[in-house]
């Protein structure tokens, strides 16, 4: 298996009826990321936060049908991509190994938590 960052996006699609970000990866591997979760886990500074300074996205963060609706999706160079948010958010630039990494599939689930509990 490749490590997280030789690996790459072959195909991405997107579904607005079904809400999701569909990867097929360069070594087999499909992850669905639905537009709930991308927006929870949005990058940026603001969202995420930077600099020991916490984002305003937290545990008690609900968000607004036009905060998770997905307008748009275009690339950032051969190594991210960027989603534009029907409330107009469009900071967040979504790298494929970081995507990758929190592939929120059972089988990239379950292999975190094994990876958790033997402490790595």
């Not at 107009?88 to 938590?113: M, N, V, W």
Request: aromatic fraction near 10%.
């Amino acid at each position: 298996m490749l490590p997280p960052d030789q690996r790459h996006p072959d195909t991405i699609s997107g579904s607005l009826e079904r809400q999701v970000i569909e990867i097929l990866w360069s070594d087999g591997h499909h992850s669905t990321y639905d537009f709930d979760y991308l927006r929870w886990n949005c990058p940026c500074a603001f969202c995420h936060g930077e600099g020991g300074i916490p984002g305003a996205v937290d545990e008690s963060t609900v968000f607004t049908p036009e905060q998770s609706t997905l307008l748009e999706m275009a690339p950032v160079g051969n190594y991210a991509m960027s989603l534009t948010w029907a409330d107009g958010h469009s900071q967040g630039i979504y790298t494929f190994e970081a995507l990758r990494i929190t592939c929120p599939c059972r089988e990239c689930d379950a292999r975190r938590k094994s990876q958790r509990r033997r402490g790595r």
